[in-house]
T-cell receptor
Framework: AQSVTQPDIHITVSEGASLELRCNYS??????LFWYVQSPGQGLQLLLK??????LVQGIKGFEAEFKRSQSSFNLRKPSVHWSDAAEYFC??????????FGPGTRLSVLP | DGGITQSPKYLFRKEGQNVTLSCEQN?????MYWYRQDPGQGLRLIYY???????QKGDIAEGYSVSREKKESFPLTVTSAQKNPTAFYLC??????????FGPGTRLLVL
């Protein structure tokens, strides 16, 4: 069965520090890959997505993610975190034509 | 502006009552989804619809029902059979490019 793991339940970083959120998936072929962000009491907003091609994907709000086929990973990065980045981040995979599978989420706290 | 709307933002259910959550989209997407989110947990799929007049059960369909009479609308009814309905409910639609877009959510509370 397909699965998505986000090993870090909660991460705390200082404002201005770099950030990397981990995502690993289990699937036979390369699925479509997504990162979403959710602020408290809000819906999910798409940050970026990977379908094929360049393995380094740029998204909104200064985020980027790198797909590594050999590691079945799709880690999210940001070079300098802002206090407004504090939120819950979800990784998701979607084999073509099939339903999404979401990871459990990583909660990001930002220290001033 | 194109997007997904959900109403109401907050909904209160009494014991034994059925309640309906609204989801409307003007993105012209064929597929729509309902997810349930509990505190500190990820998203669990309740029901989905790939096309008008057709829908399938997701992972946790018991105690819920849906209809898909129009492309734009996919209402979710939480029935009295759902014994633990308190949660945050998210509706989404899916583009032909396989990307899901989400509404702002409805928080359901039990009185």
């Amino acid at each position: 069965a397909q699965s998505v793991t986000q090993p870090d339940i909660h991460i705390t970083v200082s404002e201005g520090a770099s950030l990397e959120l981990r995502c690993n998936y289990s699937y036979g072929a390369t699925p479509y890959l997504f990162w979403y962000v959710q602020s408290p009491g809000q819906g999910l907003q798409l940050l970026l997505k990977y379908f094929s091609g360049d393995t380094l994907v740029q998204g909104i709000k200064g985020f980027e993610a790198e797909f590594k086929r050999s590691q079945s990973s799709f880690n999210l990065r940001k070079p300098s975190v802002h206090w407004s980045d504090a939120a819950e981040y979800f990784c998701a995979v979607a084999p073509e034509g099939q339903n999404f599978v979401f990871g459990p989420g990583t909660r990001l706290s930002v220290l001033p | 502006d194109g997007g997904i709307t959900q109403s109401p933002k907050y909904l209160f259910r009494k014991e034994g009552q059925n309640v309906t959550l609204s989801c409307e989209q003007n993105l012209n997407h064929d597929a729509m989804y309902w997810y349930r989110q509990d505190p500190g947990q990820g998203l669990r799929l309740i029901y989905y619809s790939q096309i008008v007049n057709d829908f399938q059960k997701g992972d946790i369909a018991e105690g819920y029902s849906v209809s898909r009479e129009k492309k734009e609308s996919f209402p979710l009814t939480v029935t009295s059979a759902q014994k633990n309905p308190t949660a945050f409910y998210l509706c989404a639609s899916r583009s032909r490019r396989e990307t899901q877009y989400f509404g702002p959510g409805t928080r359901l509370l039990v009185l």
